[in-house]
């Protein structure tokens, strides 16, 4: 079965940091771009961050680059994002999903990991 | 940047009513990157449409995503109980490399 399990949510004060981890399984892992997308409480989606494969392909939206790092394990299977900085506005649920190919949708999402920053 | 719009907000329907959904782009988007999810509550969101028009593997045939450059609609042509639920489209390019659109929520009426 094609699975993605996120976990390392949690509850963090405003500036602090947080990693975060995607447990893949089920499929050729190194072959898929993976992304971390995120939903506040009550609100729609957000992209946060792509990866391609093999990393060579790094993308973030524009509220989280230099605060957010993502990366990946192929060998392990696993995909990371490092957040930093911390805002309030960062609380949400982090999904972690798994791209089509030729970037037609997101095909796979994890049940995601919820990350609380307080004031 | 492409912003996507959707309406109605909220749409009230029966079951066994047909659901048409709209999703509106700032600017014409190419239909092979543009994708339909479904979000039921407390769930991570499900792909149901691919490419504008491809259903996603497990849909049902009652579900058909249509339109091209700045005009796309998803339909539910006989909503069964299960498809109540919030759906949002999407877009995949370059910056940001994929957008969302705010949602809108089908609801029992």
Not at chain 1, 106 to 116: A, E, F, H, L, S
Not at chain 2, 14 to 21: I, K
Not at chain 2, 80 to 85: I, Q, R
Request: proline share 4%; hydrophobic share 30%.
């Amino acid at each position: 079965e094609v699975q993605l399990v996120e976990s390392g949510g949690g509850l963090v004060k405003r500036g602090g940091s947080l990693r975060l981890s995607c447990a893949a399984s089920g499929f050729t892992f190194s072959t898929y771009t993976l992304n971390w997308v995120r939903q506040a409480p009550g609100k729609g989606l957000e992209w946060v961050s792509s990866i391609s494969g093999g990393s060579t392909y790094i993308y973030y939206a524009d509220s989280m680059k230099g605060r957010f790092t993502v990366s990946r394990d192929n060998a392990k299977n696993s995909l990371y994002v490092q957040m930093n900085s911390l805002r309030v506005e960062d609380t949400a649920v982090y999904y972690c999903t798994r791209d089509l190919p030729y970037a037609h949708g997101m095909d796979v999402w994890g049940q995601g990991t919820t990350v609380t920053v307080s004031s | 940047e492409i912003v996507l719009t959707q309406s109605p907000g909220t749409v009230s329907l029966s079951p066994g009513e047909r659901a048409t959904l709209s999703c509106r782009a700032s600017q014409s988007v190419s239909s092979n990157y543009l994708a339909w999810y479904q979000q039921k509550p407390g769930q991570a969101p499900r792909l149901v449409i691919y490419g504008a028009s491809s259903r996603a593997t497990g849909i049902p045939d009652r579900f058909s995503g249509s339109g091209s450059g700045t005009d796309f609609t998803l339909t539910i042509s006989r909503l069964e109980p299960e498809d109540f639920a919030v759906y949002y489209c999407q877009h995949y390019g370059s910056s940001p490399r994929w957008t969302f659109g705010q949602g809108t929520k089908v609801e029992i009426k």
